[in-house]
């Protein structure tokens, strides 16, 4: 499963976009337990892809309409 699918599937909004030197970078919107259960799946990730560090970071809330990929 891939990442919006995840976040789609959770009811996350925001987005997320792959740099170009191959981290991953995006913001996600939604109730606490949500973003629990979004966060553990990063540290994951999708099938085939490789995590090394997942960073968190709390920053002012941005209300989205839904998940995309940029």
Known sequence: M???????LLGI???VRNLTD??????ASGDPKQL???SAWLHEGPEYARV???EIEEVEH???T???VR
């Open 62 to 64: 941005h209300e989205f």
């Open 52 to 54: 090394e560090r997942v």
């Open 2 to 8: 891939r990442t919006k699918q995840q976040a789609e």
């Open 22 to 27: 191959g981290r991953v970078e995006g913001s």
């Open 36 to 38: 629990d259960r979004f």
């Open 13 to 15: 909004t925001g987005w």
């Open 66 to 68: 839904d998940f995309r």
